[in-house]
């Protein structure tokens, strides 16, 4: 089988699969300074496959779209892509991510059940197979043109959107590292060895660019798409360039839900979630669970009907008509916001360059997020230090960049199956070996909205707030609190428990094998802890049976807290 491989140093992205070889590609940049710094470290990736199967008369292809966040200058930026054929090469939109990430974000809500005869109750008020044997060979690239080098060959060039971009093979590892070093790609130490065994492997590769001229504004997600069956995330050469815990996401568009080969699948353990704070510590979690199954893990956080995404790229009826008629910057700004299309991703990048912040707001201190939240404000007091602004040519660059990418993208969701969301932390140490993404329709959805029941424990008379708590996670554990304050309750030893309940190696068929099963630690460790807060006499737990004065009020009263909770401190990790 083929394999479509898409890389960075700092995180690979392929789609495809393959056997016997493991290789995958990788990122590369300028040559870093004496330091031996490197320019660019990847903090962050994410990825889209969309799988497409093919028919009797087509070929399975796989379409990888691919964003990279950089925590250096990404104007020095370039890709080195190892691949089995030559791929179509074209440019994204962010909106494809600002749309996606969002909504297949997991979310951990509190619903409460009141317990026992409660008192003051009515006073308190309301996320690579290697190519198939042989791999691929030159013949199978067509025509090749003469690259300027011994033994370099360029199978195909071009440009799209902000990029230059060149497929090139090799004879030999060492006359690619030449060629690539030649034409100012840094080639480390550490990569010697993977790009020995692509070329080893008759793989060709992709070399992209920005273009002379172009800043970091102009950068976009790169698509790639392939003859393959599979999808595949190559993370090897990723360790060269990557920050410690990058995390990494990964959506797969196809006939089922997605599940990772190579790498385990685990199951977060909801009695160490902190529900009360709105899933605060999941991303540590995240981290944690990943590491008990060896560093090399995914979470599945979403995997529910394909069309059910269609209507994240739908905006309100007239809203096209709203953008178009705003003739100054705060009635644009009111029509995007009206559309539900706020001032982040490719929507700022367009605002950046149509409608800037005033030079004089800068030196003021008023952050981005600030003058574009408040751009009516700015607009009546600052109105003459703002630049001009051209109704006409703001709403053609939005179209651009955002209205018609977010038509293409409905229209893309918009077929049976399965959109899957696959989430890790990995760092380079841990990139030893490549993920690679299969369906499997014998598993079930998952919805990304997660819920407890929080029973209150009033037993004969305790007050409703002072209450202890039992609180029945979503997979079915029961977990004690004691309160400390009016809807504020001790964590105590919760914080030592396990991270995760179960990981699986999963197959394309069936539910795999379980290969770290902490379910029998934790119980023993909830029962010691449930011990350790005792529950008043007189409540069950089990149901609210009780009929207490005014408990509507107080079961409002504790969703509105238990949600304003949440909200702040969300607001405060962001």
Not at 138 to 160: K, P, R
Not at 177 to 196: F, M
Not at 286 to 307: C, S, T
Request: proline share 6%; aromatic share 8%; net charge negative.
């Amino acid at each position: 089988m083929k394999c479509l491989r898409i890389a960075v140093v700092g995180a690979a992205l392929v789609a495809g699969y393959a056997r016997p070889a493991r290789a995958c590609g990788g990122f590369f940049c300028d040559r870093p300074a004496q330091t031996g710094t490197l320019p660019i470290a990847q903090s962050a990736e994410n990825v889209l496959f969309v799988m497409n199967a093919g028919s009797s008369t087509t070929p399975a292809t796989v379409e990888a779209h691919i964003q990279i966040r950089y925590t250096g200058p990404a104007s020095k930026f370039s890709w080195i892509v190892p691949v089995t054929s030559v791929p179509t090469v074209s440019v994204g939109s962010d909106i494809l991510f600002d749309r996606i990430e969002p909504p297949s974000r997991p979310s951990f809500s509190v619903s409460y059940q009141l317990e026992g005869n409660c008192q003051g109750v009515s006073g308190i008020g309301a996320g690579c197979g290697s190519a198939a044997a042989g791999g691929a060979n030159s013949a199978g690239f067509g025509n090749v043109v003469d690259a300027g080098g011994v033994g370099v060959d360029v199978l195909s060039n071009g440009s799209v959107g902000p990029y230059d971009y060149v497929v090139i093979s090799a004879q030999d590892g060492a006359t690619l590292e030449t060629w690539l070093t030649n034409n100012g790609y840094y080639v480390s130490p550490e990569s010697t060895t993977i790009i020995d065994s692509y070329v080893a492997g008759q793989y060709a590769f992709v070399a992209v660019r920005l273009q002379n001229g172009q800043d970091t504004t102009a950068i976009r997600p790169i698509v790639l798409q392939l003859d393959a069956t599979e999808s595949c995330l190559p993370l090897k050469l990723t360790a060269i360039a990557a920050t410690n815990d990058m995390r990494i996401n990964v959506w797969v568009l196809a006939a089922a839900r997605a599940v990772p080969l190579a790498y385990a699948e685990i199951a977060i353990d909801q009695a160490k979630l902190d529900w009360f704070g709105g899933g605060a510590n999941y991303d540590q979690l995240l981290k944690d669970a990943a590491n008990e199954a060896g560093g090399d893990a995914f979470a599945v956080e979403y995997a529910m009907p394909a069309r059910n995404s269609m209507r994240w790229f739908t905006l309100p009826a007239g809203a096209r008509t709203d953008i178009a008629s705003a003739t100054n910057p705060p009635d644009f700004m009111y029509a995007l916001g009206r559309a539900g299309l706020q001032p982040t991703g490719a929507v700022l990048q367009v605002l950046r360059v149509q409608l800037p912040e005033p030079a004089t707001l800068v030196a003021q201190g008023v952050t981005e997020a600030q003058f574009y939240s408040n751009v009516q404000y700015y607009w009546s007091v600052n109105k003459a230090d703002f630049g001009p602004f051209d109704p006409a040519a703001a709403t053609m660059a939005l179209d651009t960049d955002v209205l018609t990418p977010l038509d293409n993208y409905s229209a893309l969701f918009d077929r049976d199956g399965r959109l899957t969301r696959l989430a890790t932390f990995i760092s380079p140490e841990e990139m030893t070996k490549d993920p690679l993404f299969v369906t499997n329709p014998s598993l079930p959805d998952m919805p990304p909205q997660h819920m407890a029941v929080a029973h209150v424990m009033c037993g004969d008379g305790m007050p409703a707030c002072q209450a202890p708590v039992r609180l029945r996670t979503e997979d079915g554990q029961d977990v004690n609190y004691a309160a400390t304050s009016c809807m504020r309750y001790a964590r105590g030893d919760l914080d030592l428990l396990p991270a995760s309940t179960v990981a699986w190696m999963r197959d394309a068929v069936s539910e795999g094998q379980i290969v770290v099963d902490n379910r029998t630690q934790i119980a023993a460790a909830l029962q010691t802890h449930n011990q350790a807060v005792p529950m008043p006499s007189g409540a069950s737990g089990t149901g609210c049976g009780c009929a207490t004065a005014g408990k509507p009020a107080f079961m409002l009263w504790l969703t509105l807290a238990a949600w304003g909770l949440a909200v702040a401190r969300r607001r405060r990790r962001r």
